[in-house]
């Protein structure tokens, strides 16, 4: 049945030529779509390193003894995982309407500095300020259980070698939550791929933009939507491979203690033993 229903779409997808495959591979190297390309790329990696550097503040400030410190960071992640990220995009593309101009100085006195704020705000800052400001709220708790999935323990036990508490959370600690924080961390790697087409709503050039700008003009809507869908998933599919590597690369802790937990590691080591 499963074999049946593969034939038929492809079938369908080889002789229905509604799908316009020569517009698809007319456009799919096309300049403004790898120019498209090499900005959502961008895009992503930016907001990514962005959001994992708020994260990992925003965790630490989480787990803190602080109160200030916990509760600035509570706020921080409520209200950013709040409000949708098509909210906080348009948001930031129109902050000029609030505050026209953007000054440095001392309060009550003439400024330093001062500038229009549509100088500064440009649909790329928009698109960064939106991105990684929300990414960074959804990976805070991310790094946050992953440090606290590390039983008190282990930094205990290190604290008792002589190791510092920054030795003791490179060597020890963050090790140990790497194997928790990489899969998810992952996954909103691949899921930030996707939004990053929501810019196209504040006219940023991204990949979606790009085909969104050609079939508004020749009207291929579906030849150009299949274009920009063959890169996402082959991008994805790169990010997919990468996480998994990274995920093996942390895992060899565990797979060294299964290898030794193993059944075939105690008939070896009673083999050992009679022998």
Same mark, same amino acid.
């Given at each position: ?41 961008? +895009? #992503? $990696? %930016?907001?990514?390193?962005?959001? *994992?550097?708020? =994260?990992?503040? /925003? @965790? ?63 649909? +790329? #800052? $928009? %698109?960064?300020?939106?991105?990684? *400001?929300?990414? =960074?709220?959804? /990976? @805070? ?36 939550a790497m194997r928790i924080i990489i ?15 929501m810019v196209s709503v504040i006219a ?72």
């Amino acid at each position: 049945m499963i074999a049946l229903l593969i034939a038929t779409v492809g079938h369908s997808l080889v002789t229905n030529e509604r799908f316009e495959w020569n517009v698809v591979f007319e456009y799919l190297f096309s300049k403004p779509i790898l120019s498209g390309l090499a900005m959502t790329i961008a +895009l #992503t $990696a %930016a907001a990514m390193v962005i959001g *994992l550097a708020l =994260g990992v503040i /925003l @965790a630490a400030m989480r787990v803190s003894q602080s109160q200030i410190f916990r509760s600035t960071s509570s706020a921080y992640i409520w209200f950013f995982r709040g409000t949708p990220i098509l909210v906080q995009l348009v948001f930031w593309y129109n902050l000029g309407y609030l505050y026209p101009e953007f000054s440095i100085g001392l309060p009550f006195a003439e400024p330093w500095f001062s500038t229009n704020i549509n100088d500064i705000i440009t649909p +790329l #800052t $928009a %698109a960064l300020l939106g991105l990684s *400001l929300n990414e =960074g709220a959804y /990976l @805070a708790e991310i790094v946050r259980a992953g440090i606290l999935a590390v039983p008190p323990g282990q930094a205990e036990a290190a604290s008792s070698l002589g190791m510092t508490r920054f030795q003791a959370f490179r060597k020890i600690v963050l090790p140990q939550a790497m194997r928790i924080i990489i899969p998810p961390t992952g996954n909103e790697t691949i899921g930030m791929l996707k939004t990053t087409s929501m810019v196209s709503v504040i006219a940023l050039a991204d990949l979606m933009y790009a085909a969104q700008s050609i079939y508004s003009r020749t009207f291929q809507t579906i030849p150009l939507l299949i274009c920009a869908s063959i890169w996402y998933l082959l991008l994805t599919s790169l990010l997919s491979f990468g996480q998994g590597f990274i995920e093996r690369h942390f895992g060899r802790g565990d797979q060294g203690a299964s290898a030794r937990r193993s059944p075939f590691r105690f008939v070896r080591t009673t083999s050992e033993i009679a022998s």
